[in-house]
């Protein structure tokens, strides 16, 4: 890469980065509000970089699977944050048409095979994602989104372990944040070296800091070149989760101090530094950008809350066979059993 092309990268990476953060922010403005569909919302605020790194080094047509911290890995891939956030706010206009919410979001067109809320639930998923582009020869690549909480997960294993043995065209990326709700790392593993489990597998490894989005995008880059050839792969993310665990999570488990020092590593200050310092980009440009984003998100933010929510005869479409017979709801069982009328 040249130093032209570093720096228009670095614009493009700062850019990302800040999509994702303020996103998350205006997400976490509609929780608060009550404007959500469900009941938890999970940040992914202080893992920006394995998000951008990652998908900026995949290609289009791969696949990806992501778990219930996943807003800013769709949003990397290039996600509508309008649809996005009208999903989040369980209305008709998201990607799911509301059904999802915040842990179930997908879209087949970006790639994205979808999110899950159950702690490793979607990892096992990419195994046939890649198996099906082995055997049709595509070219793609499939990736697994999961945190450390997962790596105490069997599915991994048995994943990892087919992965290799039929050469799949698969990269599992562990985003480590430190902690598993509540749980720090150290506490729920002796071993921390994640990368070394994955290499007893025959699975290609390495580590890699996630404040740096291009040493992530570097390495995510190198690994998925060998992916792609019938290596798998397992990158491990360090990061630190600013927040809770949850919305409403106000992590006492935690002190003060650490948080304090856990939320130094900041890709988007890393970055930031790194442009000025440069002088690639003056700081003025940097605050425009944050400017942009920030109507963007606004925007996004606003559409969620005007959208309209589904209506009641949407209630059974994309869950069951079209040519299936909806089921008759409860509340119109009981109605018909009282002898009221209809709804």
């Excluded at 792609?228 to 106000?250: I, Q, T």
């Excluded at 005869?313 to 909806?326: L, S």
Aim: charged letters at 25%.
């Amino acid at each position: 890469m040249t130093d032209q092309q570093e720096k228009q990268q670095a614009l493009r990476f700062f850019r990302q980065l800040v999509r994702v953060r303020i996103f998350e922010e205006r997400v976490s403005e509609l929780f608060v509000q009550g404007g959500t569909a469900g009941s938890m919302l999970h940040l992914s605020i202080g893992e920006e970089a394995g998000a951008v790194g990652v998908m900026g080094a995949m290609r289009e047509g791969d696949g990806f699977t992501t778990h219930h911290r996943g807003h800013g890995i769709f949003l990397a891939r290039g996600a509508d944050p309008k649809k996005m956030m009208a999903e989040i706010a369980g209305k008709s206009t998201g990607y799911c048409r509301g059904k999802g919410g915040s842990m179930h979001i997908a879209d087949r067109g970006l790639g994205h095979l979808g999110a899950n809320a159950i702690v490793g639930g979607g990892i096992s998923h990419v195994v046939g994602a890649g198996l099906t582009y082995q055997m049709k020869h595509h070219g793609n690549a499939a990736v697994a989104f999961f945190g450390d909480g997962a790596m105490q997960q069997g599915v991994l294993y048995e994943s990892m372990n087919l992965s290799a043995l039929w050469k799949l065209p698969v990269m599992f990326v562990c985003v480590n944040n430190e902690y598993g709700m509540g749980t720090r790392l150290d506490h729920a593993s002796a071993s921390l070296e994640f990368e070394k489990r994955a290499e007893t597998f025959g699975l290609l490894a390495a580590e890699v800091d996630g404040i740096d989005v291009f040493e992530v995008y570097n390495q995510s880059k190198n690994l998925l070149e060998d992916v792609r050839k019938g290596n798998p792969a397992f990158l491990k993310v360090n990061s630190y989760r600013f927040h809770g665990h949850a919305r409403m999570d106000k992590s006492p488990y935690r002190d003060q101090q650490e948080e304090e020092e856990g939320r130094k590593k900041d890709a988007i200050a890393f970055l930031r530094d790194r442009i000025v310092k440069s002088g690639w980009y003056q700081e003025t440009e940097c605050d425009a950008i944050v400017e942009e984003v920030k109507q963007e998100m606004d925007e996004a933010l606003n559409h969620a809350r005007n959208a309209a929510d589904p209506g009641a005869d949407e209630m059974y479409e994309d869950v069951f066979d079209p040519q299936t017979t909806k089921p008759f709801p409860v509340d119109s069982r009981i109605r018909e059993s009282l002898h009221l009328p209809q709804a």
